[in-house]
């Protein structure tokens, strides 16, 4: 049973996830934490690990999820749950888009939806920013907020942005110079 429920959590996410792997997160967050599968740092943490391991990030999430609930079959289950939306749409879509591209209802379907990946891929960016940037052990509130900022974990991402927008540090180089950072910043220091 678990199995078919991974399958369908992750058809639904593959299914819903319009405009990339970040615009999966929220929707990860809310099946994989309702059904008990993570914890929401978990599911921090597997935004982490599929950032920094080779290929798409919905395969690898879905993958690493998998695995961690049911093993290699969990793995096989959650890899397939989530690609197989994205199959039978592409391959409909791509049997009709370029006959009906120009027609002016599809564009506007496509205005439409463009600012909606946005606010996917800005509620990802606060999901992270809330795990990565405060300290998990103090409860948030406006009263006591520049107390739960981790100002070192601030620090990395301010000085790797710079890097990577400024100086086009590539963003492997500055994945393994972060961890670098983090053994010295929390394990050393």
């Known amino acids: 049973m678990t199995l078919l429920l991974l399958v369908w959590n992750f058809f639904q996410i593959g299914a819903f996830s319009i405009g990339g792997g970040y615009a999966m997160i929220p929707l990860i967050q809310k099946l994989i934490v309702a059904n008990g599968w993570l914890t929401?740092?978990?599911?921090?943490?597997?935004?982490?690990?599929?950032?920094?391991?080779?290929?798409?990030?919905?395969?690898?999430?879905?993958?690493?999820?998998?695995?961690?609930?049911?093993?290699?079959?969990?793995?096989?289950?959650?890899?397939?749950?989530?690609?197989?939306?994205?199959?039978?749409?592409?391959?409909?879509?791509?049997?009709?888009?370029?006959?009906?591209?120009?027609?002016?209802?599809?564009?506007?379907?496509?205005?439409?939806?463009?600012?909606?990946?946005?606010?996917?891929?800005?509620?990802?960016?606060?999901t992270i920013a809330q795990t990565a940037l405060f300290i998990p052990e103090v409860t948030l509130t406006l009263q006591n907020i520049l107390q739960a900022v981790d100002w070192k974990a601030v620090a990395l991402c301010v000085v790797s942005l710079i890097a990577m927008v400024k100086f086009k540090v590539d963003p492997v180089i500055m994945i393994v110079i972060s961890a670098a950072a983090g053994i010295l910043i929390y394990a050393v220091l």
């Not at 993958?63 to 096989?76: D, E, H, K, L």
């Not at 994205?86 to 409909?92: R, Y």
């Not at 879509?93 to 205005?111: E, M, S, T, W």
């Open 40 to 126: 929401v740092q978990e599911v921090a943490d597997v935004v982490a690990i599929s950032q920094m391991t080779p290929g798409p990030f919905a395969i690898n999430a879905a993958t690493f999820v998998g695995m961690r609930v049911s093993g290699v079959v969990g793995a096989i289950c959650c890899t397939v749950g989530v690609t197989l939306p994205s199959v039978i749409i592409v391959l409909i879509i791509a049997k009709f888009f370029f006959n009906f591209q120009h027609v002016p209802g599809v564009r506007y379907v496509l205005y439409g939806i463009r600012p909606v990946v946005m606010a996917l891929i800005a509620t990802s960016i606060v």
